[in-house]
C-alpha cells in the first residue's frame, strides 16, 4: 500500500478531465500573446505565438486532449530529463561526481557559476548540467543521438519522432553561449568528447520535434515509478524516478522554479520551445504547448494552464 499516493476515498476516479482543460483553455487562450517567442534561436522564431495544446495521459491508459495537442513543437530543454534517464541508467551515481543537485537560481544559459565552481554545473537541466549529461550518454553509446531518439521514440511510442535539422542548425549558428559553456567546461577537464561533437549532440536533442501527446506518454515512466504503464518496461529503478522528479520540481524552471512550485505544486520540465511537461505520481502526466515565453524562458500560457489545472482539480503532490 505504500505506493498508493492517493488514499482510497481521494476523488481523482470522479473527476472531468476533459471538461476541465477544455474550460482552461478557453481562460488561458486571450494568454497566447502576452508571452513572447524565443527569438535567440532565430528558426523559434518564426513560430505562431497564438497556439496551445494540452494533453494528459492517465497511468490507466486514458487519453485527454485539446487545442493545438497534436502539432509538433521544438521540445528543447525537455530533452534534458531523457539524457539525464540515460546518463543515470549508465553511470548510477558516479554521474553526481560530474553535475551538482542544486537550483541554480541563475538563468538556464548563464556562465557566472561555472567560474567559482570550478567547471562542475549546478544541476542536469542548466545548459551547462544538460552539455555535461550529453557527454556522459556519448562517452557510454555507440551513437549517442540515436540512443536518445530510440528512448524517447520507445516511450511515446511512436517512431517517426525526430529532430529538426533546421532547429539544430539555427542553434549552432547563434550557440556561442553554449560553445562558451562547454569550451570553458573543458577547460576544467570535465568534458571527454569533443566540443564540436558534443555541442552537434546537443543540439539535435534540443531540436527534437514531438507534440503534447508524445510528450505526456513519454513522462508516464516517470509517474509510475521508472516504468512505462503502456508497454510495461522499465526504464529507471524507483529511486531513480524519484530522484528525477525531485530534480525537476527544485530545477525544471530554471530560477523560476520556486515560482513555479508555488503556483502549480508538481514537478516538471519546461523547453525554450513553449512546452512543460509535469507529472503527478501515481496518476497522470500532463503536457502544455505555448510558445511565449516569460522572462524565464518558460511558457507563460502554459505555466498558467497548469496552474489553473492543479487548482481547479485539487490535485499536486502536496
Ligand atoms: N537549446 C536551448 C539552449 O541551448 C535550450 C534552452 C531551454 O529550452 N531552456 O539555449
Not at 93 to 122: A, D, I, M
Not at 172 to 186: C, P, S, T, Y
Amino acid at each position: 500500500m505504500s505506493q498508493i499516493f492517493y488514499s482510497p476515498d481521494d476523488n481523482t476516479n470522479t473527476i472531468d478531465y476533459q471538461s476541465i482543460i477544455e474550460e482552461i483553455y478557453k481562460e488561458v487562450f486571450p494568454l497566447t500573446n502576452s508571452g513572447k517567442v524565443a527569438d535567440y534561436i532565430p528558426e523559434l522564431g518564426k513560430i505562431d505565438p497564438s497556439q496551445l495544446g494540452i494533453a494528459i495521459v492517465t497511468l490507466d491508459g486514458k487519453i485527454y486532449e485539446t487545442g493545438a495537442s497534436r502539432i509538433n513543437f521544438s521540445i528543447q530543454s525537455i530533452s534534458k530529463v531523457f539524457t539525464l534517464t540515460l546518463a543515470m541508467k549508465f553511470m548510477q551515481n558516479t554521474l553526481w561526481e560530474k553535475v551538482g543537485k542544486e537550483p541554480s537560481g541563475n538563468p538556464f544559459n548563464s556562465l557566472v557559476q561555472l567560474e567559482y565552481e570550478s567547471g562542475k554545473p549546478r544541476n542536469p537541466f542548466i545548459n551547462a548540467g544538460a552539455i555535461t549529461i550529453a557527454d556522459c550518454v556519448n562517452t557510454h553509446s555507440e551513437n549517442a543521438l540515436d540512443t536518445i531518439i530510440q528512448l524517447m521514440r520507445n516511450l511515446s511510442q511512436n517512431l517517426s519522432i525526430n529532430f529538426d535539422p533546421q532547429v539544430a542548425q539555427s542553434e549552432k549558428e547563434h550557440g556561442h553561449r553554449n560553445a562558451a559553456l562547454a569550451h570553458f567546461m573543458k577547460s576544467f577537464g570535465q568534458i571527454d568528447s569533443s566540443v564540436d561533437e558534443l555541442l552537434d549532440i546537443y543540439y539535435k536533442h534540443c531540436s527534437i520535434s514531438m507534440n503534447c501527446l508524445d510528450l505526456a506518454k513519454a513522462f508516464s515512466f516517470l509517474a509510475n515509478h521508472g516504468i512505462n504503464p503502456e508497454t510495461n518496461e522499465t526504464f529507471l529503478t524507483k529511486s531513480q524516478a524519484k530522484r528525477i522528479n525531485s530534480l525537476m520540481l527544485t530545477c525544471g524552471m530554471y530560477d523560476a522554479s520556486g515560482e513555479f512550485a508555488y503556483r502549480v505544486g508538481i514537478p516538471g520540465k519546461s523547453g525554450v520551445g513553449g512546452g512543460i511537461t509535469a507529472i503527478i505520481p501515481n496518476l497522470l502526466s500532463i503536457c502544455v504547448w505555448s510558445p511565449g515565453l516569460d522572462k524565464y524562458g518558460n511558457s507563460l500560457a502554459g505555466t498558467m494552464a497548469l496552474e489553473l489545472f492543479t487548482t481547479k482539480t485539487g490535485i499536486s503532490i502536496f
